[in-house]
């Protein structure tokens, strides 16, 4: 089955640096990779996502870049702010279902 | 206001009983899913719906039943089989596609005594 890693586990930035998370997978037919962000005791929402056929997408901050060659893509978070903390989770697809990594921690130090 | 509601939010139970969450949609979503999450782990899938009176195995079904009676409702029933019940479970819905993008409810936190 699919195999996901995400890195790194934790993630310490200083207020206004940028944030990287790496999502790794095993499935060559992957086409679908979302990031959700679960702030403490809420539940998980979508971030943002991208299909196979881009290589990059941006919405205001945040930015997702595929490597399907490489099978990575990649969550950068810029001008990071205190409400950025939480756990990020990748999510890409194999077999029709969603494989959820095991998450990020990311914490914005003042 | 259009979402997932999840009830019970806390919830505690004895070993031996068998315990149902109850998950409601309104935003006239095919697809439901039941996850679980563990401490320190992404979320594991123990079923989905895709269909009224259909309803598939995720990856650690085994002590979990379900049903699909309605299109809005897609209760879970947490059996006495099942060997570490205590955990958070979340349910969730998406349109038509599989791999589309999930709406969650709040969670229930079960914890087995």
């Known amino acids: 089955g699919e195999n996901v890693e995400q890195h790194p586990s934790t993630l310490s930035v200083q207020e206004g640096d940028s944030a990287v998370i790496k999502c790794t997978y095993s499935d060559s037919a992957s086409n679908y990779f979302p990031w959700y962000k679960q702030e403490l005791g809420k539940r998980p929402q979508l971030i943002i996502d991208?299909?196979?056929n881009v290589g990059e997408k941006k919405d205001q901050r945040i930015a997702v870049t595929l490597n399907k060659t490489a099978k990575h893509f990649s969550l950068h978070i810029t001008e990071t702010q205190p409400e950025d903390s939480a756990v990020y989770f990748c999510a890409p697809d194999s077999n029709y279902q969603l494989i959820w990594g095991a998450g990020t921690k990311l914490i914005i130090k003042p | 206001d259009g979402g997932i509601t999840q009830s019970p939010k806390y919830l505690f139970r004895k070993e031996g009983q068998n315990v149902t969450l109850s998950c409601e949609q309104n935003l006239n979503h095919d697809a439901m899913y039941w996850y679980r999450q563990d401490p320190g782990q992404g979320l594991r899938l123990i079923y989905y719906s895709q269909i009224v009176n259909d309803f598939q195995k995720g990856d650690i079904a085994e002590g979990y039943s379900v049903s699909r009676e309605k299109k809005e409702s897609f209760p879970l029933t947490v059996t006495s089989a099942q060997k570490n019940p205590t955990a958070f479970y979340l349910c969730?819905?998406?349109?038509?596609?599989?791999?589309?993008?999930?709406?969650f409810g709040e969670g229930s936190r079960l914890t087995v005594l």
């Open positions: 991208i299909r196979s």
């Open positions: 969730a819905s998406s349109g038509s596609s599989l791999t589309g993008e999930l709406f």
